[in-house]
């Protein structure tokens, strides 16, 4: 599909998005055994209870209280500031999984559409994997403070088929850079504007373009456009195990292929196609 289809497509197949918080962890240095679990669980959600548990800190002779919480509504965290209000506690958050649900009768052909063309660019490098259907664009063991995962699902707030698609803050660090820092910050989150600002969409390059990239990455000297886009059929599923690799999975094996996608005349297109696919996709933005 070109990038007009593509867009089409989008539209033609979400139903509905629902945006939501799927967990979050918050840490406190004082005692939150008065809090009250059974209003902070969202059983219509039917997910786990919420939770406390205490890490103690043998080098300070201190506890950690860690208050964990899953799929809560809007009502459940003014609950939650009603329940700290008036107390001496400092509860900050530390972790937290910003969630968007597509909903859709064919969750299978969203999450080929969007796993293709999504990309998350790190300093490092860039990191993807596909482990039994659930793709990862970071990974927590390499210390990435941001990560992505996708996969298909029923959806625990709305009930119904959908491709969840979930960023995930992993140090404090990182809720407090994108202002959520504690329990009253959440309340009025935009989730809109986070997902304007973390995703990227790239239109998917050609044959020749990829097959410059990989005849270079393998010191191959290959003149011709014909010629590029043989070594491309030849050797694109050897090298990715895949017929048709995601853009995420071409950076991350073959890393020289960014050059390629960043000249200006690329830059124009994907910053066009990215502000496209970020406008259909929330479309029907609804939060939970």
């Not at 997910?47 to 103690?56: D, L, T």
Request: charged fraction near 25%; glycine fraction near 2%.
């Amino acid at each position: 599909m070109n990038k007009k289809e593509t867009i089409a497509k989008i539209i033609q197949l979400v139903d509905d998005v629902y945006a939501h918080f799927d967990k979050i962890i918050f840490q406190a240095d004082s005692d939150i055994s008065f809090l009250d679990l059974e209003r902070l669980t969202n059983n219509k959600a039917k997910g786990a209870k919420a939770k406390i548990n205490v890490k103690k800190i043998k080098k300070y002779s201190s506890n950690i209280y860690v208050l964990t919480i899953f799929q809560p509504s809007r009502e459940i965290l003014n609950d939650l500031i009603t329940q700290l209000k008036d107390t001496q506690v400092n509860l900050y958050i530390n972790f937290i999984e910003i969630t968007y649900d597509f909903l859709t009768d064919h969750p299978e052909e969203i999450a080929a559409i969007i796993n293709r063309h999504l990309v998350y660019l790190r300093r490092g490098g860039e990191y993807f994997n596909n482990t039994k259907g659930t793709h990862y664009w970071g990974n927590k063991k390499l210390n990435h403070p941001i990560n992505i995962v996708s996969y298909i699902r029923k959806s625990k707030v709305a009930h119904t088929s959908c491709y969840h698609l979930e960023f995930i803050l992993c140090t404090k660090e990182q809720c407090v850079k994108n202002a959520l820092a504690h329990p009253s910050q959440l309340i009025n989150f935009d989730f809109k504007d986070f997902f304007s600002a973390h995703s990227r969409f790239y239109a998917y390059p050609n044959k020749k373009t990829v097959g410059k990239a990989l005849a270079e990455f393998h010191e191959v000297e290959i003149e011709s456009d014909r010629g590029l886009e043989k070594y491309y059929d030849r050797k694109i599923k050897i090298f990715t195990k895949n017929n048709s690799p995601t853009i995420q999975e071409l950076l991350s094996l073959v890393p020289i292929i960014k050059s390629y996608l960043h000249t200006k005349k690329a830059k124009i297109v994907n910053d066009d196609f990215t502000s496209n696919m970020q406008k259909c996709l929330l479309k029907k933005l609804t939060v939970y």
